[in-house]
């Protein structure tokens, strides 16, 4: 294949990292349930998690994202929510929880090695990832990953403004640039918003605040795939209507 750089549809392929790469939001899962176990001592509420994501959200401005801001969030709900009655003991147990977050191994999904190595062998690819900067590092360190990625971005926000600076950065417009990920929100509306493309690999689960996405523009630039195997088929699928728009 004629190099991306001197030929017409996708020039850059850019790669999410957490739930994309490796796993994630299991883990906060695990946390929140913990959490809620604390919580639920002290309250009759069948609403401790929905209670806890709007401080989480209401907070993402002024903590980001990340295990450190859940960690805050937990703190502070908890307080709130059981009437500053929850014991200094519970506190220590939610900043425990957190820590084990921090501390958790990095377990690569199966057959993404191989899904960005097959893209890599004929574009570009960099990695995009938001949240906490020391721990993003650690993850991508730990992952044995960051040797196929050309650059490595981390970032407060995934949005246009952000994804415009950086594809400036790169020397891509945004018309040959596509991004691969398991956020609608963060991952694929943002870039389809600049006019690019992109491919939403779903997991699982995922974190409420990254389900709220709605896509208004470009639809038809965009392909879900059920696995990461998939992925190179639909990149290449993506890129010969991008080379084909191009002409």
Known sequence: MEPASTRDGIAMVGFDADDTLWRSQDYFDEAQAQFERIVSAYVDLSDVGRRLYEYESRNIAVFGYGVKGM?????????????????????????????????????????????????????????????????????????????????????????????????????????????????????????????????????????????????RHGGERMRAVAAIAELPQAVRELDAIASGAAR
Not at 100 to 127: F, I, K, M, S, Y
């Open 71 to 215: 960690a805050l969030s937990m703190v502070e709900a908890a307080v709130e929510i059981t009437g500053a009655r929850i014991s200094a003991g519970d506190i220590h147990r939610i900043v425990g929880i957190a820590k084990e977050l921090l501390r958790h191994p990095v377990e690569v999904l199966d057959g993404v090695r191989e899904a960005v190595e097959a893209v890599a062998a004929d574009w570009p690819v960099v990695l995009i990832t938001k949240g906490d900067l020391f721990h993003q590092e650690q993850k991508v360190r730990d992952s044995g990953l960051a040797d196929l990625f050309r650059r490595i971005e981390i970032v407060s926000e995934k949005d246009p403004p952000t994804y415009a600076r950086l594809l400036e950065e790169f020397g891509v417009p945004a018309s040959r640039f596509l991004m691969v990920g398991n956020s609608l929100r963060s991952d694929v509306a943002p870039v389809l918003e600049l006019g690019g493309w992109g491919v939403h690999v779903p997991y699982h689960t995922t974190w409420a605040h990254e389900a709220e996405a709605q896509l």
